[in-house]
């Protein structure tokens, strides 16, 4: 299931990117490569909607995103705390043998 969200955020993220990308400018940007004048739509049709596409991609964008973290959370195994490794009971824990140095003896 993750794979396949991760795919479709995969194409939102190109997609945006180029829609954003052909949007008109002030300078233009990529938007001149289509040939000028001649494109299908007027150019107040077309950047309304891009405008709305952009709007629609990032929307998508973001509720795929929500969509990942909540199937991520839930399906990850719950990581064992700090706490939860530390024993409570000091009867269980395993005795420890405490050794005395050895002081080598003078000849």
């Given amino acids: 299931m993750t794979t396949i969200l991760l795919i479709v955020q995969m194409f939102i993220v ?4 180029a829609v954003i990308l052909i949007q008109k400018t002030g300078t233009d940007g990529l938007a001149g490569l289509s040939g000028g004048g001649h494109n299908v ?3 107040r049709a077309s950047s309304n ?3 709305k596409l952009t709007t629609v991609l ?3 964008f973001m509720v ?3 969509v ?9 195994k719950p990581s064992k705390s700090i706490v939860d490794s530390i024993v409570v009971n000091p009867e269980a824990a395993p005795a420890k043998e405490e050794k005395t140095p050895e002081v080598p003896l003078a000849q």
């Fill in 14 to 17: 190109c997609m945006l990117i």
């Fill in 41 to 43: 739509f007027s150019s």
């Fill in 49 to 51: 909607l891009l405008t």
């Fill in 58 to 60: 990032a929307i998508a």
């Fill in 64 to 66: 795929n995103s929500l």
């Fill in 68 to 76: 990942i973290a909540k199937v991520s959370i839930s399906s990850s």
